[in-house]
């Protein structure tokens, strides 16, 4: 089946660690996204790559860093300079000329 | 820059009530527009989509149609189930620039037998 896998569900960090969080698809699409969302609030978005090797900075990129060295990975490193890490993590993919997105089940982080 | 504005939460409603969540937008160009769904706990699914002005996307009961001149796009349902309790997402994407997606706040839905 095709589609988009983020691992794991449920993580937890102590403060001042960093953590990556991993996102796979197999729909062979080229671009890959990274949304934050908080308790009854909506997605912002931290990163996005729309080919190999290229990233881009989202709206609340500061305390994030990702890389994009094969299509199908994208994963986000939360660093220590996020100040507030505890959130749910949502990962998306898309073709390159279309805007629809596909979203993965989430990783909830929380930060003790 | 582009925006999306979504009625305000949270919404109830009794089994078998009509549903309207209210949704518009601003943009320049000719964005595409999409309702997502988020049941708890999980990820976002594209519950349907328009792509040009006086289109209808329709799924599941639901239908929303792009209307250009009021810059809407409201999701409607005749007769909501227990089972459509979520928070729903409006969202707008354009070709022109970056490939991104530009989302409502959310409105949680909450249907009671």
């Known amino acids: 089946d095709g589609g988009i896998t983020q691992s794991p569900k449920y993580l937890f960090r102590k403060e001042g660690q960093n953590v990556t969080l991993s996102c796979e698809q197999n729909?062979?699409?080229?671009?890959m996204y990274w949304y934050r969302q908080d308790p009854g609030q909506g997605l912002r978005l931290i990163y996005y790559?729309?080919?190999?090797?290229?990233?881009q900075k989202g709206d609340i990129a500061e305390g994030y860093s990702v890389s994009r060295e094969k299509k199908e990975s994208f994963p986000l490193t939360v660093t220590s300079a996020q100040k507030n890490p505890t959130a749910f993590y949502l990962c998306?993919?898309?073709?390159?000329?279309?805007?629809?997105?596909?979203f993965g089940p989430g990783t909830r982080l929380t930060v003790l | 820059g582009d925006s999306v504005t979504q009625m305000e939460g949270p919404v109830t409603l009794s089994e078998e009530a009509f549903l309207t969540i209210n949704c518009t937008y601003t943009?320049?160009?000719?964005?595409?527009l999409f309702w997502y769904v988020q049941y708890p706990g999980e990820g976002l699914q594209l519950l349907l989509k328009?792509?040009?002005?006086?289109d209808k996307g329709s799924n599941k009961g639901f239908e929303a149609t792009y209307r250009k001149e009021t810059t809407s796009f409201h999701l409607e349902k005749g007769s909501v189930q227990v089972s459509d309790s979520a928070v729903y997402f409006c969202?707008?994407?354009?070709?022109?620039?970056?490939?991104?997606?530009?989302f409502g706040q959310g409105t949680r839905l909450t249907i009671n037998p």
């Open positions: 998306a993919s898309s073709m390159y000329i279309y805007n629809e997105q596909f």
């Open positions: 729909l062979n699409h080229d671009a």
């Open positions: 790559s729309q080919i190999v090797n290229d990233f």
């Open positions: 943009a320049t160009g000719y964005p595409s």
């Open positions: 328009a792509t040009k002005a006086d």
């Open positions: 969202a707008l994407g354009t070709i022109q620039g970056a490939q991104k997606l530009v």
